[in-house]
């Protein structure tokens, strides 16, 4: 005989344009092969994230029960997005990246005041908010070096 299986939630996580999303990849496949119907997920995300500038990178957590109902969740930006975009490292090709070799190369610049800026941003986050601000600051100044983005006093 065979076991009957526990329907569980599952988690998708995706990084979608603030504003952007569409039934297209990656969204589409990624909500499809779960039974979501992505069109509906497009509606709301667009909708909810219609006050942040159109294009931000936003990371998504969408939980897909069993009944093919969803609910998810919007992060804040990415810390290499962030501290790209205060280093002013411009777009190529349509995206921002950073160093190819960061011990040995620089994009760009930020000041400690950024950094505090970052680490508070990051702060207001739920699953971040136990967490003191001088260790996010030291966790947003490491994720600067492994990117090739220097910090200036």
Aim: glycine share 10%; with cysteine; aromatic share 4%.
């Amino acid at each position: 005989m065979a076991r009957k299986t526990i329907a569980t939630d599952q988690i998708v996580k995706l990084i979608v344009g603030a504003g952007q999303a569409s039934p297209n990849p990656p969204v589409g496949p990624a909500l499809g092969s779960k039974g979501v119907k992505s069109m509906d997920f497009c509606k709301e995300f667009n909708a909810r994230t219609a006050n942040i500038l159109p294009g931000i990178p936003i990371p998504t957590r969408v939980t897909v029960r069993p009944d093919r109902s969803f609910h998810f969740e919007i992060r804040t930006p990415t810390t290499a997005y962030l501290l790209l975009q205060a280093a002013g490292v411009k777009e190529n090709k349509g995206k921002i990246k950073g160093a190819m070799q960061p011990g040995r190369e620089s994009v760009g610049e930020v000041s400690l005041k950024h950094v505090y800026d970052i680490a508070k941003i990051k702060q207001s986050e739920l699953r971040l908010s136990g967490l003191s601000l001088e260790g996010l600051c030291k966790s947003v100044i490491s994720q600067a070096q492994s990117i090739g983005v220097s910090i200036v006093r």
